[in-house]
């Protein structure tokens, strides 16, 4: 296995707290700020196709917008359904103000 931390953006550059989608090959991430903490899950609904961060961000929890499955963005767990299957996670760091990502091959 290798670790491999990926680069997404400058934690400067994000404009507050919420949710932002990115593309690291084909791989689809969501990254969440909350209170100054960087999460980050896949993107994709573990339900059927739609985009996490088309949804809805409160209180750490993310609702896919198209059944309303809701996750805690800092564990992939399900807290309400139809969804059953949690959302991976990914570990996140920031370094010298970059926001990290790792993603494992
Ligand atoms: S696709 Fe997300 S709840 Fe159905």
Not at 43 to 69: Q, R
């Amino acid at each position: 296995m290798t670790v491999n931390w990926i680069g997404l953006c400058r934690l400067d550059d994000l404009p507050g707290d919420g949710m932002y989608a990115y593309e690291v090959g084909s791989k689809k991430l969501a990254v969440y700020l909350l209170d100054g903490k960087v999460y980050a899950t896949d993107n994709v609904c573990t339900h059927a196709f739609a985009l996490l961060t088309d949804g809805w961000l409160e209180d750490g929890l993310v609702e896919c917008p198209l059944h309303g499955a809701q996750f805690d963005v800092t564990t992939g767990a399900v807290v309400r359904g139809p969804a059953d299957c949690a959302v991976p996670v990914f570990e996140t760091r920031i370094r010298d103000g970059l926001i990290e990502v790792r993603i494992d091959d």
